[in-house]
């Protein structure tokens, strides 16, 4: 599959920790797995890893300083 984002180079299927960044704390989201990008870093994740990205994000939006969220999201 080529890359949605910059149409150079094919998708490579990985597993990876994710930085998201809220509020200007940086925080990881470990082994997302997806297709990503090797021109460009694009990533393409499927809907299940979607979802529990999207969670992860929430939890952090919401609670950005609990260290338990923080523990969440690095386990
Ligand atoms: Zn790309």
Do not use: W
Request: charged residues 20%; glycine residues 4%; hydrophobic residues 40%.
């Amino acid at each position: 599959m080529r890359c949605p984002h910059c149409e150079v180079a094919e998708l490579v299927s990985d597993n990876r920790n994710v930085p998201y960044t809220f509020q200007g704390k940086t925080t990881t989201i470990p082994a997302v797995s997806g297709k990503f990008c090797p021109a460009c870093g694009e990533a393409v994740f499927e809907a299940a890893e979607s979802i529990r990205l999207s969670a992860a994000m929430l939890a952090l939006n919401e609670n950005p300083d609990s260290p338990s969220t923080a523990r969440a999201a690095r386990a």
